[in-house]
Each structure stands twice: as structure tokens, then as C-alpha cells.
């Protein structure tokens, strides 16, 4: 280990671009303090990928200096190289090599000798709670499993700073708290450096320090709790009064000047005021201040609310009596393998419906038959009182999808891409024309030049919606749309699709976001292939135990009920074995 | 059916655009074709234009010297070396500076001055049988032209049969002539297999083949909107081809242009036919990559392009009858060189209709079949 008084990593005024018009940093300066646990948060394409790969010398400064350990990175990336250990986005897992040979292969790179292996893997197996997997294929693993094993592949050989980048990103509540809790106890059992970086802000709040990073520039650099203590004194709680929805409660707070940030929040709204106000707000009870609060709050001093975030349909959906979405115990089997197993649920018009649960559970399989990608194995699936499955072209017409990764036309810029679905989707002359500008207008894409491939990640989100949206669909799919988004774009999206559920258009939406699922009228939580819980965002967090006096969070309650039902799966194989 | 043309028109925008935007993909269309091309004009021929070799010769007498003449005069023979040891010859054929050697007996002008029959040795490097035996007969032939000169001129009269060798549509043996036509389906096939194969699959993995399911868009057009592209690329590449042919390498055209596009045509569609079935198939770029360079191997080498396929094991030459490309060259050769018209080719047309139909309808089911 490396002496306790210099950092271990120490940026001065680091410059790096990727072309004339892609500047990643602008001018960062930071440290991280041995022995501490320090998180870059920020959101997508904040510069937090490039800073990390310039610490452990893999990109190169333009201007200013990165040292690590003493080193130079410019000059010493070898030297960095051998002592940190580095874990990328997309790490290299070999899915078809089993969990042993994954970290066999690791060990080799490194030169890790067999003496060294025996003592490291059971410490590594242990840690990352692997131990019953190791003859497993990589490929077999869940999203969480892979991860925790990309990270013992990257700690088979003992380094003196880790570096991981977003390794919660995608992964389920359950896997990451768990993450958390293993890099928590490397940093405090092993005394090791580890500079994390995540765009989940509440991640931010478990670790010793904070850098938030937001466009190539450093924000904020400190702990936590400074961070949260600029919106000392301004958050507050509304509870809607009379027929009010929390949603419009929100939309209405969004709208007044004197209102930085508003989300539902456990049946209400959370509200960060522009300045402290000695009276606060009207019917607002004072409440604690978040992480995420103060963040907002340095935020808004940089960047303004989309002004086009409301939206309004020419053709709202025609009303419809009962469910418009209805699924009784559907199936569906890969083999010997049941990945959805009699799921029900139904969905009214104009609500929003929310599916959650682990990587694996299903619901992206029970998702992806509700859009007539898969056939059910058996059970009933009618969406919009037809048969998807087995529906025409008109049918298909009625849905909006919106895929969990970009994937519209990348060499396509982002007019054509509009022009290519608007075709698709049957809409001719005059109409197509209007419907194109509409999209473009509405989500702000008249700067979007070249290809869609190119832009920046918000765009690229907006320009999939658009395409979406463009033939006024009356129910609308959207798969994970807020992950990767910083926080302005998620509020800025959840505008949009509150205003179109308030019009009649029906929303089925999967998202990690456990305080999303707050937007949602109801929602179900699935795990295994079954639902676990299913209701009001308040019904199910009743399902979580009560902790004094706070309302247990979503994700208190999503963890609660995946644990119990897992605790109660458990159970029942002890008793038959 | 108007809406549906509809969407495969605006599939066929999205896909030329997608392939046409790219500088990169655009270049990747035409240059390697064009390379190609060239390079299988002056490379892939079995005419020999220069035979190295060594004269071990033990005669000094007029015959002799009047023999070897007639080796250096063709232009094509070049003697490297003169030996008089066996041993040297043998030395010049070990190290490949030389193709043939030719020995004379000592002698050989006496035998023939006396009117009688004299032997001249030809020893060829069989190591690569086709050459030495391109070369063999080309010395043959050197030999026979001096057998009748000597025969005139010696007063012993006309050799009773005499040998009159015409060959037809390629009257000097080029194999130039044969080759370049006959790359307009090598290539082609190659360029549209690889370009339909990959393009589902490049769709399934980026996503964008879900978002095209969810439109109205039925597997039917989303296979027209892939194979109308395909064989509009396949035709440019064709005729990118023929213009090397035409301008470049003067190969003269019997034919008629109309005939052959017709069955460009019929045969770009089969082509496209069996990429879209290789890439209903595969669920990666890398799979299709695969399962086309597997297909084009045989494609290729049981075409009748390099090998006749008469020669070829009879079960290989049933194989041969569901290959595309074996009826593309018989009709590229037979245009060109002889100036086949569609009744002459209809034995070439059907199969390749028959193969596009099977094709297209198996990847057809194969898109709403790989659903689950």
C-alpha cells in the first residue's frame, strides 16, 4: 500500500477530447485519498469513462496531468497498469468459459502464481457469493452474477487501486446493494482505494466522497452529505389534497418558477424550492434533504427544464370500457426452462403500468410477448381486445414500442429515421409531413444533424420515442427508457409520459429505477417468473416492514419481497429434499 | 396492397440508404469488385506465356540447330541454359529455374540426314501437373510444325493425315475469355450473399429487427424491402464486372445485353434468395459470416469455373444442380462467347428460378417462424 498522506490519484486541469466537436473533459481537477471509497457520479456522457481510462493510462491527456500512485500517467502508464486493477463498462467475461475458468484465464493474464490462486480464489468465491457456481457457464450467470464475477476477475491479483466503472449500471436493486456491499468491505477490511463511478445518484450517498461530474466539468467535489446539505432547508413533502393526483400535483409544481425539481414520492410529492423560503411551501411539510436533492439544485444553476416536455395529441385515444391490456396466467417456456410462469394482470386505458423485478425475472420475456415478439407457451394475452400474437398488421398499428437499447438506423440521420417509421407505420402525404414536424418540434431534434448513430445519448432517447409516437399509438411499450439518462432528461420524460396517459394513451413501462415506478398508477413485481406483488406504488410499499416513522422507499419494498419470496422458495426445497 | 407496397418501398429507401450513406460501405461495393476483377484477368489463366528451359544437347549439327530455332523463335519457350552434362539438367528442373528441358542425342542430325527416325528427349517438372502439361503440348506442337517442314523440304511428301484445328468462340484458347464472364456470377454471388446474410442478422443484433416487428410491416415485405435492395446492389456489381470486360480487357460480346441481364436477373434473385435464408437463420453478423464463406467454398469450386464439372465425382456433379452459380457462368460464357439467346438458355433459367422461389419461401416462414 501506497503512503496514507499523498493521493493515489490526483488530476490537475485535465483536457481530453475525441474530435473538434466531442470534448470529454474540460479542465477536471480531482484526488482520491488512499484508503477511501470515492464515487464519479454524473450522468451519461459527463466525462466519467474517460477519466477513469486516462487514471489507469489507457487514453492519454491533452492537457494537465493524471498521477497515480506516484506515477505519471503520460509517461508511466505501464508502471500504473501493474498496480491498479481496472474494471470497464463491458467487461470481458468469456460467456461460454465456466465462472473458474473466467477467473483462471485472469489469473494467467496477470501471471497470478498457483500458490497465490489457492489462497485468492476461496476469498474471491466467498466475497462474491459464487462459491455454488463455479462450474457454471459465464454465460448462465444473471446480469448481477456477471458482474460480481467480473469483479473478481479484475481483483485476482491484489492491486493498490480499483477502478470500476458503473459496474451497478443495468443491474437490479438486490445485486447492486449487494456490489456496494462487497466494495464496501474490500475498502474497509482490506484498506483498499477504489474510485467507482455510477449515474444512480442514490448509489452516491454509500460512498466516503463524491465527485459529481456533469458535461467534461467537476460540480462538486466532497462528501456526501455536502452535497446533499445544499438543499438544506428547501425540500418539502405535498401530499395531494382533494381529487388531485400526485401526478398533476407534480406537473403543477414543475411549472411554477419558484420549484427546482418535484417527484412523486410514496403517494406525494418531493419538491426542491429555487431559494430557501421561510415559509416554504404553500401546504409543504419540511423533510429531510437527498443526496439526489442537492445534486438538482447544482444542476439548475447550469441547465434549464426542457420547455417542450408537455405534449399534446392530435387524436387522443378513443375511449374504451375495461381492460385494455388483459394477461391471465400466461406462459411461457424455453425448453425445460419457464421463464414467465402464470402471470396475470390487466391494464385500463390511459393508465401506467409498471413491470419490476431482478435481471431474469421475466419481465422482459412477459414484455416482449405483450408486443407479439414472442408466442406465450399457453395462457390468455389480449391487448387492445386482440390477439398480438396472432394479429395483423392493423393490430401492430395500435402500439407503440420503444426498445430498451437504441435501435433505430444509425447511419439513418435522425429525419429519416422518422420518415422510414412514419412509412412504416402507414401514414401518407400531408399527415406524414405534419406528423414528422410534430415529432421533430416536440422533441426537440431540429439540431440533430447526421447520423442517429452519432448523437449524444438524450437525442438518441428522445429520437426513439418520436418514432414511437409518430402514428399516435394507443398504447405505448416502453422498455427501460430511463436508464443511462441524467436526472433533467428522466423528469423531462416522465412529463411527457404523464401527459400522454392524462390524453388516454395506455403506458406499459420496465424500468430499474425503483422511484420511477412512483409515476406508475400500478405496478407488479416479478421475480422467478411469478409476481410477487402487484398494485398501487402504495400498496406494495405497504408490503415492506415500517421503520419508525419514514415510509419504506420502493426499493425497500422490492427488496423485502424479492427476499421473502426467495426466503420462502428456500423453505419449500429444504422441506422436499 | 397499396399500403403494403408502401412499406417495401420505405423499406427500400431506409435499406439503399443505410448501405449508400457510408462512404466506407459505398467504396465496399464497388472497388473490391472491380479489384477483383482485374486481378482474375491477369492472374487466373492457364496459358503459359513464358516456359523457362534448358537445352541439354549433344548434337551440333544443322537438324538440331534448326530444331532449337523453332523453340526460341516461338517466344514463349526462353532457354535459360545450354548443358552438356545430364547432371546440370537434372540441377536446372531440381531448383525450378527451369520448366522443361529438351534433350538431343549426339546423333540426332545424322540419323535424320540418313533419313531415318531420331528421338528428341522433352522432360518436363510434373510437380505441377497442369503447367508441364500445358507445356508438353505446346512443345509438341513445335515439334510437329518441324516434323512437316522437314518433310517438305527433304522431298519425302506430305504426312498422309493432316491435322486442321479450329476452335470455336474462343478461337485462340484464351482463358481470359471463359474466366472474366464467368466472374460475373463468382462475384456477384459472393458480394449479395455476404450483403443479405449480414444484413438481418446485423438488424437482429442491434435491435432494430424488434422494431421492425412491431410495426405493420409484415415478414413478407420485410423480406421484399431486403431482397429488392440486394439484387439492385447485385446488378450494379454485375455490370461493374462487365464494363472491366467490356473496357478494360476487350473480351468481344456475341450476345445480346438483354439476354444477359435477364439472366442476371434470375440469378441475383437466387442468390439474395439463399442470404436470406442463411440470415433468417443466423442470430449474429458473425453466424452469417460464417454459414455464407461455408457456402461459397463449394458455390465456388463445384461451379465448373475452374474445374470442368464433367470431371468431377458424379455425386458432386448432382451437388452441382442446386448451385447458382454453375448455371451463372454457363450463361455468362454462353452470351458472351456465343451469343446464346433465352431459348438456348432456358436449361439454365428454370433451375435458377426454381432455386430463388425455394429459397425466398423458406426465409419467408423462416422470419415469423424464428418468432418462437
Not at chain 1, 414484455?367 to 394475452?381: A, E, I, Y
Not at chain 1, 419508525?548 to 419470496?565: I, Q
Request: glycine share 8%.
Amino acid at each position: 500500500m501506497s503512503a496514507a498522506s499523498a493521493p493515489v490519484l490526483e488530476c490537475r486541469e485535465v483536457y481530453k477530447s475525441f474530435g473538434p466537436r466531442a470534448a470529454a473533459l474540460l479542465g477536471v481537477s480531482l484526488e482520491v485519498p488512499s484508503g477511501s471509497l470515492s464515487a464519479l457520479v454524473g450522468p451519461d456522457g459527463a466525462g466519467k469513462s474517460t477519466l477513469i481510462r486516462l487514471a489507469c493510462g489507457l487514453l492519454r491527456a491533452e492537457r494537465g496531468s493524471v498521477r497515480v500512485l506516484g506515477f505519471d500517467a503520460a509517461v508511466a502508464a505501464q508502471c500504473i497498469q501493474d498496480r491498479v486493477s481496472y474494471m470497464p463498462q463491458k467487461f470481458g467475461l468469456y460467456e461460454d468459459l465456466t465462472v473458474r475458468e473466467n477467473l483462471d484465464l485472469y489469473a494467467d493474464l496477470h501471471g497470478v502464481s498457483q500458490a497465490q490462486r489457492a489462497q485468492r480464489y476461496p476469498e474471491l468465491l466467498h466475497m462474491t457469493d459464487l462459491q455454488r457456481f463455479e462450474q457454471r457457464l459465464a454465460g448462465r450467470l444473471s446480469g448481477g452474477m456477471k458482474q460480481k464475477l467480473g469483479l473478481a476477475c479484475t481483483l485476482v491479483r491484489p492491486p493498490e487501486l480499483l477502478l470500476l466503472d458503473e459496474p451497478t449500471v443495468g443491474v437490479d436493486p438486490l445485486s447492486r446493494r449487494e456490489l456496494w456491499q462487497i466494495v464496501h468491505d474490500l475498502v474497509r477490511e482490506q484498506g483498499l482505494t477504489v474510485l467507482i463511478s455510477t449515474a444512480y445518484l442514490d448509489e452516491a450517498e454509500r460512498a466516503d466522497r463524491v465527485i459529481v461530474l456533469q458535461a467534461g466539468r467537476v460540480l462538486a467535489e466532497g462528501t456526501p452529505a455536502a452535497v446533499t446539505q445544499l438543499a438544506a432547508g428547501r425540500t418539502f413533502r405535498l401530499t395531494p389534497s382533494g381529487r388531485e393526483s400526485a401526478r398533476t400535483l407534480q406537473a403543477r409544481l414543475l411549472g411554477s418558477q419558484a420549484v427546482i425539481d418535484a417527484v412523486p414520492d410514496a403517494g406525494g410529492v418531493r419538491c426542491v424550492c429555487a431559494a430557501q423560503h421561510g415559509d416554504g411551501i404553500p401546504g409543504g411539510v419540511p423533510v429531510e434533504p437527498r443526496f439526489e436533492d442537492g445534486f438538482m439544485v447544482m444542476l439548475r444553476r447550469t441547465q434549464s427544464q426542457s420547455a417542450h416536455a408537455d405534449i399534446a395529441l392530435a387524436h387522443p385515444p378513443p375511449q374504451a370500457n375495461g381492460a385494455l391490456i388483459e394477461v391471465r396466467d400466461l406462459v411461457k417456456r424455453f425448453g425445460a426452462f419457464t421463464a414467465v410462469d402464470r402471470v396475470s394482470f390487466s391494464v385500463a386505458r390511459g393508465e401506467i403500468f409498471g413491470l419490476l423485478g431482478p435481471n431474469g425475472a421475466g419481465k422482459t420475456t412477459t414484455f416482449r410477448m405483450l408486443c407479439g415478439l414472442l408466442t406465450p407457451s399457453g395462457g390468455v394475452l389480449r391487448v387492445g381486445g386482440i390477439d398480438v400474437a396472432r394479429a395483423g398488421d392493423a393490430a401492430r398499428g395500435q402500439l407503440g414500442y420503444v426498445a430498451q437499447k437504441f435501435s433505430l438506423y444509425g447511419p439513418l440521420s435522425a429525419r429519416e429515421n422518422l420518415e422510414f417509421f412514419a412509412s412504416a407505420y402507414g401514414l401518407r402525404g400531408a399527415t406524414r409531413r405534419a406528423r414528422i414536424e410534430w415529432a421533430i418540434h416536440q422533441f426537440e431534434l431540429t439540431h440533430a444533424s447526421g447520423p442517429a448513430g452519432d448523437l449524444p445519448g438524450g437525442f438518441k432517447q428522445r429520437l426513439a420515442m418520436a418514432a414511437a409516437l409518430l402514428h399516435e399509438p394507443r398504447i405505448l411499450f416502453l422498455d427501460e427508457p430511463t436508464s443511462g439518462a441524467d436526472p433533467l432528461a428522466r423528469r423531462a420524460f416522465w412529463r411527457r409520459i404523464t401527459a400522454l396517459a392524462d390524453q388516454g394513451v395506455t403506458v406499459v413501462v420496465t424500468t430499474h429505477f425503483m422511484q420511477e415506478a412512483e409515476y406508475c398508477d400500478r405496478i407488479v413485481i416479478m421475480d422467478a417468473g411469478r409476481v410477487l406483488a402487484q398494485g398501487t406504488p402504495a400498496q406494495v410499499r405497504a408490503c415492506a416492514p415500517r421503520e419508525g416513522e419514514f415510509e419504506p422507499s420502493m426499493e425497500d419494498a422490492f427488496v423485502a419481497v424479492v427476499e421473502r419470496s426467495r426466503a420462502g422458495e428456500a423453505r419449500a426445497a429444504a422441506r422436499t429434499a | 396492397m397499396l399500403s403494403s407496397l408502401m412499406r417495401i418501398l420505405a423499406l427500400v429507401r431506409k435499406e439503399l440508404l443505410a448501405v449508400l450513406k457510408d462512404r466506407r460501405t459505398r467504396l465496399s461495393l464497388l472497388v473490391p469488385v472491380l479489384v477483383q476483377t482485374m486481378v482474375f484477368g491477369y492472374a487466373a489463366s492457364y496459358d503459359l506465356n513464358r516456359v523457362p528451359y534448358v537445352l541439354w544437347s549433344q548434337d551440333q549439327g544443322a537438324a538440331a540447330t534448326a530444331l532449337i530455332a523453332r523453340f526460341d523463335g516461338t517466344g514463349i519457350f526462353r532457354r535459360i541454359d545450354t548443358v552438356v552434362r545430364e547432371r546440370d539438367m537434372r540441377a536446372a528442373l531440381d531448383d525450378r529455374r527451369a520448366l522443361l528441358a529438351i534433350g538431343i542425342p549426339a546423333d540426332f542430325s545424322r540419323r535424320l540426314a540418313a533419313g531415318r527416325h531420331a528421338d528428341v528427349q522433352l522432360i518436363a517438372d510434373g510437380r505441377n501437373s497442369n503447367t508441364a502439361g500445358t507445356a508438353l503440348g505446346y512443345a509438341q506442337a513445335v515439334i510437329g510444325a518441324f516434323n512437316s517442314h522437314w518433310r517438305a523440304t527433304h522431298g519425302e511428301g506430305r504426312a498422309p493425315a493432316h491435322l486442321s484445328v479450329r476452335a470455336w468462340y474462343n478461337p485462340n484458347l484464351l482463358t481470359r475469355w471463359e474466366m472474366i464472364p464467368g466472374l460475373i456470377g463468382t462475384l456477384t454471388l459472393l458480394q449479395t450473399l455476404l450483403l443479405t446474410a449480414m444484413s438481418v442478422a446485423r438488424e437482429r443484433e442491434q435491435g432494430t429487427f424488434d422494431q421492425l416487428l412491431v410495426t405493420p410491416i409484415r415478414p413478407v415485405e420485410i423480406m421484399a424491402g431486403k431482397a429488392l435492395p440486394a439484387m439492385l446492389i447485385g446488378l450494379v456489381q454485375a455490370s461493374g464486372v462487365l464494363l472491366v470486360a467490356q473496357l478494360w480487357f476487350h473480351i468481344p460480346f456475341e450476345g445480346s445485353f438483354a439476354v444477359l441481364y435477364g439472366g442476371i436477373v434470375v440469378f441475383v434473385l437466387a442468390a439474395v434468395g439463399i442470404g436470406l435464408v442463411v440470415s433468417a437463420l443466423s442470430y449474429t453478423m458473425q453466424q452469417a459470416m460464417l454459414y455464407s464463406f461455408v457456402l461459397l467454398m463449394p458455390f465456388t469450386l463445384l461451379s465448373g469455373l475452374t474445374t470442368p464439372i464433367a470431371n468431377m465425382p458424379r455425386v458432386l456433379q448432382y451437388f452441382t444442380l442446386i448451385n447458382p452459380l454453375r448455371y451463372a457462368i454457363d450463361i455468362a460464357q454462353r452470351v458472351y462467347l456465343e451469343g446464346a439467346g433465352m431459348r438456348l438458355l432456358l436449361p439454365d433459367l428454370w433451375p435458377l428460378a426454381l432455386i430463388g422461389a425455394v429459397t425466398l419461401t423458406a426465409a419467408s416462414w423462416l422470419f415469423r417462424h424464428r418468432l418462437q
